[in-house]
């Protein structure tokens, strides 16, 4: 058994012929010049504009926006990227404008009346005017009147 795993196992006789090829024909010789291409600014391929941009942004969006966002730049002649500048640039400039409120803050108050709880045949010094009233109706914003209640006259309701 151990002579078996100290045999090497010979791999089955693959054709070799591949090598042979390519060491009769060759690769053949290094260009010496250097292609004009290699040396130019790089131009879109469309209209030769210099772009600048040199960053790549992957995003993954809905098939439909992707959609409309070739469509639009295809109606307007321009690269999709110029349209997401555009849009950009859209966005900051309405972000920088004051929101103007067509409601005032008075539109969102809720302005809740405090019921006034009359109670009659009452000795009381109405706490606004600071009158004395004897045998009165006596009015305030609690049900049950007590020491610390504050009691208004008919006037000062």
Not at 7 to 15: A, G, R, V
Not at 76 to 105: G, M
């Amino acid at each position: 058994m151990i002579s078996q795993l100290k045999t090497k196992k010979k791999m089955p006789n693959i054709d070799n012929n591949w090598k042979n090829k390519i060491k009769r024909k060759g690769l053949g010789k290094a260009p010496q010049e250097i292609s004009s291409n290699l040396q130019a600014p790089e131009f879109t391929p469309r209209d030769n504009r210099f772009t600048g941009r040199t960053k790549q942004l992957g995003l993954r969006v809905k098939p439909e926006f992707l959609k409309r966002l070739k469509e639009l730049a295809l109606e307007e002649d321009i690269f999709i990227v110029e349209i997401l500048e555009k849009a950009l640039e859209a966005y900051e400039n309405q972000r920088k404008e004051p929101k103007q409120s067509t409601k005032k803050l008075s539109d969102y108050v809720k302005v809740i009346e405090r019921k006034k709880f009359p109670h009659p045949n009452e000795n009381f010094t109405c706490d606004k005017c600071s009158e004395e009233f004897q045998n009165e109706t006596a009015y305030s914003y609690d049900p049950v009147l007590g020491k610390l209640t504050k009691t208004y006259c008919s006037d000062c309701v």
